[in-house]
């Protein structure tokens, strides 16, 4: 790592900590914002959710090589954490920092569109099922009856080894794909609730249609869980893509992302335990931030919990 | 009651129907045959007719279906293609393996998990409480496999406290008959039992404080505070017995984490149990395992929504009265 590599991932940190202090000035005088920081994690999970999307964003500007770069095989492969090398070198030679920072990129992007794919989708049928109620709700209730008695992991690795050489978009549709059940079966439970209240019944007898009465009036009021289980679904998207990548079913290898690189390191984890222990770290630290979000943000959208 | 069980059965069984027939759907659309190996090793034209023509591949799509439904009916799970043995031989000798590995893992994550809530709960926003409940939830965030592998990395290679995988001794203990082969058999199953464990019990450990912090704040709590019993029992005894009923939720929702927990944890331990013969299964394309797999899976998911609904109703009177 050169001079340039630290001060622009001291930048990262900065601009992080930066939107910490900001985001708790805007929103931290309302009382959402205050119940959301009142956890005492929650200012710590957006740092680090912050710095490891700018880290990511910036990837070429923090990281020394070539994510793929086999920078001596013959005798850089396993290199201890170095000066040179923060985090060390994986057995084919590569920077471990290097894999992480793009494997950032991968393993995020993954996280958040299978999770806006699935939380879509979630809402989607969960509105329709609560709005139209009657025949509509039952089949699609049956539907993810059976979506939730699906083993989700065997299914996606059954895919994806059967399919060969499942393209990463197909990957993040068959995650996303398999993962809106739980997410529908909330809004639905919400929508009923929400639709028998009056303002409903008002824009109804105003002659509104039901897609404008469902995304106008009742989704944003029961948009509280909704965001909660977005929080939380990047999370599981994360862990699931991990393990589906270990099993070599995820992200194909020379692509880094946090899940093959704890593959890749695995098989020299006596040697060089640094290539697989760092990588899970990562997925740890950003999921664990995510579900301290998750956690604030519950109490920060329930007004209910202010005498708490 | 009988009426309710009578309802969920028939609606459970429509369900494990269904994730069959997805199976079998997503298995017989995919590309590529048995013949055709991933490591491209060549197969002799005829010997793949045969085979085809043998395990009945070159059937319409339909027919094939029929004919699966109807050995499953009747508890024929079919022949395994790349062991050569029927797949409930198969799934006979790796299922013990994932049962005894869940249910070790079960019970070090209620044990841990009910212990570690409790003491939250009486500590609530004390110090001890702050820090054990970002460990819970750092643990919890963690890939379960990875855990497994740092474990293995410590206790195992580093230390050499624990084997680094497999079932059992296989030179002084190939078959577990006598006490030392049983210890021997419990001190190979302590790691993978334990990751599973903590992760779970990570989680346990959560839902159980705030169910118990949901619980003191109630009248009769204070009742019994006021009675002027001591605090422990007032806990113990008075909130934890109202604070379990979560805990049934978990148990249920349990089922479905052990089974896909174990597919990676035993991998990672080389654990001879269903996760590590669907694995193996699913990377030589042998069908019949795939699909078994996934039918012991998807009825152990409905058989702990069932069993939980169940145990809700013995637990809570309120439950049952509205069942009936």
């Known amino acids: 790592m050169n001079v340039g590599n630290w001060l622009a991932v001291g930048g990262a940190a900065v601009l992080a900590l930066v939107a910490v202090v900001e985001i708790r000035r805007r929103v931290g005088t309302g009382a959402p914002g205050r119940r959301f920081f009142r956890h005492p994690t929650a200012a710590p999970a957006v740092f680090v959710l912050g710095f490891f999307v700018t880290v990511a964003l910036a990837a070429p500007l923090v990281t020394p090589y070539q994510p793929y770069l086999q920078i001596d095989i013959t005798r850089l492969a396993n290199h201890p954490p170095s000066s040179q090398f923060p985090l060390g070198t994986d057995p084919f030679g590569r920077d471990v920092w290097s894999r992480l920072v793009f494997g950032a990129r991968i393993s995020l992007g993954i996280g958040a569109l299978a999770m806006l794919v699935a939380v879509t989708t979630g809402v989607v049928v969960g509105g329709v099922a609560g709005y139209f109620r009657r025949w509509v709700d039952a089949t699609l209730m049956r539907l993810v009856d059976v979506g939730l008695a699906m083993p989700r992991m065997f299914m996606l690795l059954m895919v994806v080894a059967l399919w060969e050489h499942v393209p990463l978009a197909v990957l993040v549709l068959l995650i996303g794909l398999t993962g809106w059940f739980g997410t529908s079966r909330l809004v639905r439970a919400e929508v009923l609730s929400v639709r028998e209240r009056e303002f409903v019944a008002a824009a109804r007898s105003l002659g509104a249609e039901p897609a404008r009465v469902i995304l106008r009036h009742v989704l944003p009021n029961a948009a509280a869980p909704i965001i909660v289980s977005a929080a939380l679904g990047i999370g599981n998207v994360m862990l699931l893509e991990a393990g589906l990548s270990f099993l070599g079913m995820g992200v194909p290898s020379p692509a880094p992302s946090w899940g093959n690189m704890i593959a890749d390191g695995w098989p020299k984890m006596a040697v060089a335990p640094w290539c697989s222990t760092v990588p899970g770290l990562a997925i740890s630290l950003v999921v664990m931030a995510l579900n301290a979000v998750a956690d604030a943000l519950r109490d920060a959208l329930d007004p209910r919990k202010e005498t708490a | ?324």
């Open chain 2, 1 to 324: 009651m009988a009426a309710w069980l009578v309802r969920r059965l028939a609606a459970s069984i429509a369900i494990v129907w269904a994730v069959v027939t997805l199976t079998f759907l997503i298995v017989h659309l995919a590309h590529g045959s048995p013949c055709g190996q991933p490591d491209g090793r060549p197969i002799a034209p005829e010997v793949c007719a045969d085979l085809t023509r043998r395990f009945g591949l070159d059937r319409p799509l339909g027919v094939q279906y029929v004919k699966y439904l109807g050995a499953l009916l009747r508890g024929d799970l079919g022949e395994s293609l790349s062991l050569h043995r029927p797949v409930a031989d198969a799934l006979a000798d790796t299922l013990p393996n994932t049962f005894m590995l869940a249910l070790t893992a079960l019970i070090l994550d209620f044990t841990l998990g009910l212990a570690l809530g409790v003491y939250q709960a009486a500590r609530e926003r004390r110090f001890s409480d702050i820090a054990l409940g970002n460990a819970a939830l750092f643990v919890n965030s963690m890939p379960t496999f990875w855990l497994g592998l740092v474990l293995l990395l410590v206790f195992g290679q580093r230390l050499g406290w624990f084997p680094v995988g497999g079932l059992r001794d296989l030179v002084l203990c190939p078959r577990v008959d006598s006490l030392p082969c049983a210890a021997d058999f419990a001190w190979h199953l302590a790691l993978p039992a334990l990751t599973l464990g903590l992760v779970g019990a990570a989680n346990t450990a959560r839902y159980q404080r705030a169910a118990l912090l949901d619980v003191v704040r109630q009248d009769f709590v204070r009742t019994a505070r006021a009675k002027g019993l001591p605090e422990r029992r007032v806990l113990l005894v008075h909130a934890l017995r109202n604070a379990l009923l979560p805990l049934i939720t978990l148990f249920g929702l349990s089922f479905p984490f052990l089974l896909t927990g174990a597919v990676l944890v035993e991998t990672v331990f080389a654990w001879p149990g269903m996760g590590l013969l669907a694995v193996n299964a699913i990377l030589q394309r042998d069908y019949p395992i795939v699909t078994a797999a996934a039918l012991v899976a998807s009825v152990m998911v409905v058989l702990g929504n069932l069993l939980a609904d169940a145990l809700y109703g013995v637990a809570d009177p309120r439950i049952r009265a509205r069942a009936t």
